[in-house]
């Protein structure tokens, strides 16, 4: 095993914040643990879970080196996560384990997080392409990666305006089969749900929370991340703000 990759449930610090801070941090309260926490169960069945955030995880120091250590780059645990999977070895996820961190408390904030994950995204492409990953599992997950950035863009550009469209009586792009693809959808965040309260991990339910990230989170993470694809791709300067 070259690392362990731990639950990513978020804290709140217990200070009183204004409540818009209150109501984005919940929000993200649910993206950890129906999105991030379900995907990295998945990968980690296979031994290739992606990404190991530096902030949840613990490397074996000689996997790390083998890897040619942190590079610096936006996204450093997610290049060094793709590096020490292309060489071979395994990425683990731990879903009964519980970190905590803070999390931005403002729109800006998270914009510019989910940004420099786009952007970490391709530099790990880049350092370690589907193609050269040694595995059929690790090829098909970075491959799945690769393919987001196509997700991103067709939920931008043909999802909402298709939404937008049939709220105005124009199904052309959105249809019944929409209608089934969020039930599935809900269905699923139901079933994680579930889940992750079988693991008597602490965590706080927030209607305030919920209903924005049904409603908006996507929105504003397909909106940063395609700025990430761009900033990323015309090779522009990103910082770390």
Request: contains cysteine; positive net charge; aromatic residues 14%.
């Amino acid at each position: 095993m070259s690392v362990m990759f731990f639950s990513d449930l978020m804290h709140r610090k217990p200070v009183k914040y204004p409540q818009t801070s209150q109501d984005i941090s919940a929000m993200q309260n649910y993206d950890y643990l129906l999105s991030i926490a379900a995907v990295k169960r998945f990968q980690g069945s296979y031994s290739s879970t992606l990404v190991a955030q530096g902030a949840f995880s613990a490397f074996l120091t000689e996997a790390v080196r083998r890897a040619g250590g942190w590079q610096d780059v936006m996204g450093e645990d997610i290049v060094l996560t793709y590096k020490l999977i292309k060489k071979g070895l395994a990425s683990e996820y731990e879903p009964a384990a519980a970190a905590y961190t803070t999390v931005p408390l403002s729109l800006g904030g998270l914009y510019s997080q989910r940004k420099r994950r786009a952007i970490g995204m391709l530099e790990g492409l880049r350092a370690a392409a589907p193609w050269e990953q040694p595995k059929f599992f690790s090829k098909y997950f970075t491959g799945v990666n690769l393919c987001v950035i196509y997700l991103d863009l067709a939920f931008l550009f043909g999802f909402i305006p298709g939404i937008i469209l049939a709220l105005m009586g124009y199904c052309y792009i959105v249809g019944i089969l929409t209608l089934l693809y969020l039930a599935v959808s809900l269905l699923l965040y139901i079933n994680m749900y579930i889940y992750r309260k079988s693991l008597k991990i602490p965590f706080e339910n927030s209607l305030a929370g919920f209903i924005p990230f049904i409603l908006f989170f996507q929105i504003i993470q397909s909106t940063a991340a395609v700025h990430g694809y761009i900033t990323g791709i015309l090779g522009r300067k990103a910082e770390w703000k």
